[in-house]
Nanobody
Framework: QVQLVESGGGLVQAGGSLRLSCATS????????LGWFRQAPGKEREFVAA????????NYADSVKGRFTISRDNAKNTVYLQMSSLKPEDTAVYYC?????????????????WGQGTQVTVSS
């Protein structure tokens, strides 16, 4: 049974930092591209960042480029999202996801497995 469990969300002031973690089990971690997505109230889920199977390649949404960093530890089967210079518009539920297909990292439907999400709230 595949499981992805996010943690590390919370309430932070604008300009602050948080690090999200996503621990996985039940899959061959190194065989999956890992992504982070987010969904704000009343909005569609959107791509945030992704890392390739060996971590050698990363992609970011323009809105978070230079502020967020995605990384993975294949020994711990865990992917991270370091978020800095947080803004109120970063407030959302953040989800990690895993895919083995060769579809674009931005394509939500290409991800086979999803976590339950963790809430990030940034106050102004």
């Amino acid at each position: 049974q595949v499981q992805l469990v996010e943690s590390g969300g919370g309430l932070v002031q604008a300009g602050g930092s948080l690090r999200l973690s996503c621990a996985t089990s039940g899959l061959t971690f190194s065989g999956y591209t890992l992504g982070w997505f987010r969904q704000a109230p009343g909005k569609e889920r959107e791509f945030v960042a992704a890392t390739s199977k060996n971590g050698g390649s990363t992609n970011y949404a323009d809105s978070v480029k230079g502020r967020f960093t995605i990384s993975r530890d294949n020994a711990k089967n865990t992917v991270y999202l370091q978020m800095s210079s947080l803004k109120p518009e970063d407030t959302a539920v953040y989800y990690c996801a895993a895919k083995s297909k060769s579809s674009s990292v931005y394509y939500i439907a290409g991800y086979s497995y999803w976590g339950q999400g963790t809430q990030v709230t940034v106050s102004s």
